[in-house]
């Protein structure tokens, strides 16, 4: 079946402005998590979705980042006032359920490469 | 606080042979997951391998398997019989109840295969 689909792939912004990506996850997955990698870094965690809430939002940088989710499916993550440090790779993920926490695979998509000039 | 530590930014290894990337872990939660996930340059994060806190046995996917020393809080990945096609960077990653499933990921470790 079709995996995790992002779009866009590729984004270049100019600063201030404000920008959506979109997540597609896995058909039946009900968890759903954002995570920010910038050049030559790990993974920074941003947010998790278990259907349309979001119990942990810990991962935000600040009130310019925000994320939705409806239908219990696809996701968009929003970033108002870009500034050039929030350039980097958005990933998204699902898995199955997310309630059982340790033994949930996260199945992630190709990314969504974000440029703020 | 629940953390991830893997020490070894850049790794070589020559085509077929067997190479151990390091990953150290830290948490008080009883209950966790391990994973190794795959980053080509292609930049899609791929799984690999999971290890849960309390299986008995290490884990094993092919020619990838993971070194489970819980004692140690250690959880390394061999690769066997390296091909070119393993250049990537790696990820070591763990989520645990306490963390509310948030699964946090290691600095990585960049794998050159040489020919």
């Known amino acids: 079946g079709a995996g995790v689909s992002q779009s866009p792939s590729n984004k270049v912004t100019e600063k201030g402005k404000d920008v959506e990506l979109r997540c597609d996850p896995i058909?039946?997955?009900?968890?759903l998590y954002w995570y920010r990698q910038s050049l030559g870094q790990g993974l920074e965690f941003l947010i998790y979705f278990q259907g349309n809430s979001a119990p942990d939002k810990s991962g935000l940088p600040s009130d310019r980042f925000s994320a939705e989710r409806t239908g219990g499916s696809v996701s968009t993550l929003t970033i108002q006032r870009t500034q050039q440090e929030d350039s980097a790779v958005y990933l998204c993920?699902?898995?199955?359920?997310?309630?059982?926490?340790?033994?949930?695979?996260?199945?992630f998509g190709p990314g969504t490469r974000l440029l703020v000039l | 606080a629940q953390k991830i530590t893997q020490t070894q930014p850049g790794m070589f290894v020559q085509e077929k042979e067997a190479v151990t990337l390091d990953c150290t872990y830290d948490t008080s939660d009883p209950s966790y997951g391990l994973f190794w996930y795959k980053q080509p340059s292609s930049g899609e994060m791929i799984f690999l391998i999971y290890?849960?806190?309390?299986?008995?046995q290490n884990a094993t996917e092919g020619r990838y398997s993971l070194n489970f020393q819980k004692a140690r809080k250690s959880a390394n990945l061999v690769i066997s019989a390296s091909q070119l096609g393993d250049s990537a960077m790696y990820f070591c990653?763990?989520?645990?109840?306490?963390?509310?499933?948030?699964?946090?990921f290691g600095a990585g470790t960049r794998l050159f295969v040489k020919a």
């Open positions: 058909s039946g997955h009900t968890a």
């Open positions: 990653a763990m989520s645990a109840n306490t963390g509310g499933f948030k699964t946090i």
């Open positions: 290890q849960g806190s309390y299986d008995q």
């Open positions: 993920a699902s898995s199955l359920e997310g309630t059982s926490g340790v033994k949930e695979t996260q199945y």
